[in-house]
Each structure stands twice: as C-alpha cells, then as structure tokens.
C-alpha cells in the first residue's frame, strides 16, 4: 500500500493515535491474540510489537528507504574506515547482497507468529 499511496502513512503520524478506529484495530488485535491462546499478560506486549513493526515498516517504505533504485542506506559504510564499523566489516558479505523486502517482510512476520504460537504454549 505505502508504495501505491506513500501519502498514507504519513497520516498515522499527522493524527491523534487514539481514536476510535484505532482502538478498534488494536482490539482486533488483541482479539486474534486470545483466540490464539496467548496468555492475557503477554497480549499487550505482543500487540505493541506487532503493530510497532508493520508501523515502521510502512514508514520506512513510504520514506523511500525501501524505494526500487534507491541506493541501500547500509552502503553508507563505505565512508566510514572498517575500524570503525567492526560489525559493518564482520557482516560485509551478507550486507552486500540485494534485499527482497518483501521476502524479509514476510519473513519478519513468521519470526512474529512463532513467537505468538511460543507465547500461547506457554499457556498450556
């Protein structure tokens, strides 16, 4: 959607975050969590987390972080000396290669489920 309308997202920004649409949406989040045998305590965590990730994901689409073409922010370490990026050095090989954000996006979302479906064992 952000790439379609990057307009968007900023408007998550622009308003209040509470109102009654997004209490509504965070309710139905909260929802699909019970259901899915999550422990009650853990709900609001897990809410947080799950819509704080497809929050910053969307902005940093809509930011042109993630727009075809646009040079990858991690490049900007060639600027700097490899002393002073050790973890930058270490993790060349893996930096280098292209990104498919939207493998990643879906696989930052089963990262997300196994971590409900571990939070909902808890509670067997």
Not at 57 to 70: D, K, L, Y
Not at 105 to 120: K, N, P, S
Request: glycine share 6%; proline share 10%; aromatic share 6%.
């Amino acid at each position: 959607m952000t790439q379609r309308h990057p307009w968007a997202v900023h408007l998550l920004f622009s308003r209040p975050a509470v109102t009654p649409d997004a209490v509504r949406a965070v309710d139905t989040i909260y929802t699909a969590l019970i259901e899915a045998g999550v422990p009650e305590p853990e709900v609001p965590r897990l809410e947080r987390l799950i819509s704080t990730f497809v929050i910053g994901f969307a902005a940093s689409e809509a930011s042109g972080r993630f727009a075809p073409g646009t040079p990858d922010p991690r490049s900007r370490r060639g600027r700097l000396p490899d002393s002073e990026l050790p973890g930058h050095s270490k993790l060349g090989p893996w930096l280098d290669l292209p990104v498919d954000l939207t493998a990643e996006f879906e696989a930052d979302l089963d990262d997300i489920r196994r971590l409900v479906e571990a939070a909902a064992r808890q509670q067997e």
